[in-house]
């Protein structure tokens, strides 16, 4: 059969296999993403094809590919090709979904087929495979095991195909000595015993996807066509998505306003049963909208829009707002983590409030346009950590011409923080205590959108910090976290356990 014939759709599949079936013929599935073909899927392959008569392999499609920035590196239809070549497959088919689950539903197979290392994680309920085992005996089947070659496509592809610079290479090989990916996974099951409070402004990010048409005539500015919107719940509401992916319990107090409040967005982005939102809902004035016009072919941006009045608590509010703060148990977290985006939340009445009232305080105060530079994270008495990038570091220390390093030391001296974490941009991050500095390289390597990502930074290095993990591993940790927003567009996605752990045993393989 030619080779692109081979390639089915689940649906013309399904119909295929059925009369197959009629036949008496029996149906073998594999599924992987098979990003860079080697021996050890031959070897599967061929023992799947002495099982049964018809081997089916299907692929993981891009988007649920969570092996982190970069990966895959040959596209779906790259894969699917590579497969179909193959004499001993008789049909391939795209796997849209992150487990193969609803597929084997559909096509009904009469064996699905696993390595051998997974046959003890058939039988622990949380993995995908004892999933994928239910079904396929629901549907008749039955899950079989293969004799694995111990050939992996990740070092592999790490070695040969690895886009990474020499110093991020030196980096990962020297850490990797110190750290086991089963080290790093035991060591963030201890962020799922910490009760989080997350405080600062709810802020609604809105993507207006536009194609430009071109300059205008008559007032020499380029005309765009609207195309459509999306909208995200951004601010400190992204941070709480990202730290309920890892931690027991977060509650988040915050203010919208009761224009344009989109409650119902900010909600929805909570609906998890380890996350409460406290909300006091300001009279008269709007939710913080940011607005972004992008060219949809390549996520250029063309202009910012803020929505939002600069109206800083009365002291009514502040009454309100630190009831919230008393009522959400600020002095039973375990951690207090503020988000501080300037644009009159965090008064100097509430910022002393928290700073007497919680246990362990964590504190980044963002620069931005809505504030001017005025947003100096030295208005906070005490924090335990203060993350920030190197503007904001330079701009409290009122230096911008120290080392990066340097300013974390002196950071900690003028605030009386137990650490300091400094984002730089494409010059990865510091993280450092009064015994210990340590340089962590950006992992980045297909930037979509660096909106939320030092978020993603901050929300994963916080909890870290507070749950005593090792502080070189906090900021790997952080970078990991950071490098997989910017592979999204602003906070459309949260960075989640799964996501975080495919993309570190990536780094590690």
């Known amino acids: 059969m030619p080779t692109h014939k081979k390639i089915k759709t689940p649906e013309e599949l399904s119909g295929i296999l059925e009369g197959q079936k009629a036949l008496g013929r029996k149906t073998v599935l594999c599924h992987g993403v098979f990003d860079l073909w080697h021996a050890g899927h031959l070897h599967q392959f061929e023992q799947a094809k002495e099982i049964g008569d018809i081997l089916v392999v299907s692929l993981t499609t891009d988007r649920y590919v969570l092996k982190g920035p970069g990966r895959p590196v040959f596209n779906q239809n790259i894969r699917a090709s590579i497969i179909a070549a193959l004499e001993l497959t008789d049909y391939v088919v795209l796997c849209d979904t992150q487990d193969c689950v609803e597929l084997i539903k559909l096509l009904k197979p009469d064996f699905y087929i696993k390595g051998a290392s997974c046959r003890e994680r058939a039988e622990d309920p949380s993995t995908r495979v004892f999933l994928e085992k239910k079904a396929v005996e629901e549907v008749g089947g039955k899950l079989c095991f293969t004799h694995e070659i111990p050939i992996h496509a990740t070092p592999l592809l790490n070695h040969y195909i690895n886009p990474y610079p020499e110093d991020v290479l030196v ?32 802020i609604v ?67 998890t049963d380890n996350t409460k939102p406290l909300i006091m809902t300001r009279d008269g004035l709007s939710t913080i909208i940011k607005r972004r016009e992008i060219e949809m072919a390549y996520f250029r941006k063309y202009s910012e829009t803020y929505t939002f009045d600069e109206a800083p608590l009365t002291p009514s509010e502040e009454d309100s707002f630190m009831a919230l703060l008393k009522d959400g148990g600020i002095k039973d977290a375990d951690l207090v983590f503020v988000i501080d985006y300037g644009h009159g939340l965090m008064t100097q009445r509430v910022i002393e409030f928290v700073c007497n009232n919680a246990p362990f305080l964590s504190v980044n105060t963002q620069v931005n346009s809505g504030n001017r530079g005025l947003n100096d994270v030295a208005k906070y008495p005490k924090a335990d950590l203060v993350c920030l990038d190197r503007f904001e570091a330079s701009l409290a220390l009122r230096d911008q011409w120290s080392t990066v390093p340097n300013q974390a030391v002196k950071l900690m001296a003028s605030l009386g923080a137990s650490i300091v974490a400094i984002t730089q941009g494409h010059k990865g991050s510091v993280i450092s205590n009064n015994k210990e500095i340590f340089e962590i390289p950006i992992f980045s390597k297909k930037v979509i959108d660096t909106v939320g990502a030092g978020d993603a930074y901050y929300s994963l290095v916080a909890p870290c910090v507070r749950a005593g993990l090792p502080l070189e591993l906090c900021g790997f940790i952080g970078n990991a976290a950071g490098a997989i927003a910017t592979t999204y567009l602003g906070n459309k996605t949260t960075v989640n356990s799964k996501m975080l752990l495919g993309f570190v045993d990536t780094l590690l393989g």
Not at 177 to 201: C, P, T
């Open 171 to 202: 980096f990962l090989d020297d850490f990797k000595k110190r750290y086991s990916f089963k080290e790093i996974i035991n060591f963030l099951e201890q962020l799922k015993k910490l009760k989080v409070m997350v405080i600062g402004e709810a």
């Open 205 to 271: 990010d809105q993507y207006d996807f536009v194609k430009p048409m071109g300059v205008s005539p008559k007032g020499g500015v380029i005309a765009l066509k609207y195309l459509n919107t999306e909208m995200y719940a951004g601010g400190s509401l992204a941070c709480v998505g990202h730290i309920a992916n890892f931690c027991s319990s977060v509650t988040l107090v915050t203010a919208i306003g009761s224009r344009n409040s989109h409650k119902r967005l900010i909600l929805d982005s909570m609906a």
